[in-house]
């Protein structure tokens, strides 16, 4: 994804690569220090890209992400698509739920936590894309492929990304078990941050197999 000939290509379109590796735990910690150096004065960045060690990406993941963001100026980032490691194997991109019954009894705990967006959207409860055979816009999205202007970070407030369960909320079990890039997704709907999913850019996920759409390869 990033050899010699990739590195051609950036390079005509007036783009050179820097490399920033975190291997701290937990990975909130490992993705807050990664933006915070990436988007300092210190690289000068335009673009960050988040690709994480348990994905397969192909040769031009980084260039098509590229194209398509330059191809929507009015987008802070794009992402691929990659699936969950276990069945039914989802795509790690959704939108958000709308107000339900069911969603009643949580308002509360949601707004207390910083989870209802300025236009009364909840930005925690989502359903996972079924179709994107076009590139259009989600709400939700992993960190392990996703190619993001480091301008959006001037619009967000650190930590970026954070755990949000039942220990960070002081017990309360409305938010258990959601990652950290929940919060990240959270953060740029308040800001009015515009997110694309390009399904061309379609990128394996590594468990003890290799989960490419809805199935598991050796």
């Not at 050179?16 to 210190?42: D, H, M, Q, W």
């Not at 989502?126 to 619009?155: A, N, S, W, Y």
Request: proline content about 4%.
């Amino acid at each position: 994804m990033t050899g010699p000939d990739v590195q051609e290509e950036l390079a005509l379109k007036d783009y050179k690569l820097k490399f920033y590796i975190s291997g701290k735990f937990p990975i909130c910690l490992n993705r807050n220090e990664a933006f915070a150096v990436s988007t300092s004065n210190k690289y000068e960045a335009e673009l960050i890209m988040c690709a994480d060690m348990d994905q397969v990406f192909k040769k031009n993941t980084l260039t098509a992400l590229l194209d398509t963001l330059l191809e929507n100026p009015d987008a802070g980032a794009v992402t691929g698509v990659y699936f969950t490691k276990t069945f039914p194997y989802r795509a790690v991109v959704g939108k958000y739920s709308p107000w339900s019954e069911s969603l009643e009894p949580k308002r509360e705990a949601l707004k207390s936590q910083g989870f209802i967006a300025q236009d009364g959207t909840q930005t925690l409860f989502f359903k996972h894309l079924q179709f994107f055979d076009v590139i259009q816009p989600v709400d939700v999205f992993g960190l392990g492929c996703v190619l993001m202007r480091t301008e959006i970070f001037k619009k967000l407030e650190q930590p970026f990304c954070k755990y949000v369960n039942a220990y960070s909320t002081g017990g309360d079990f409305t938010f258990n078990g959601h990652s950290e890039d929940m919060w990240f997704c959270n953060q740029l709907k308040q800001a009015g941050i515009k997110v694309l999913v390009d399904p061309r850019v379609m990128v394996g996920h590594v468990t003890e197999k290799v989960i490419i759409g809805n199935e598991a390869e050796e």
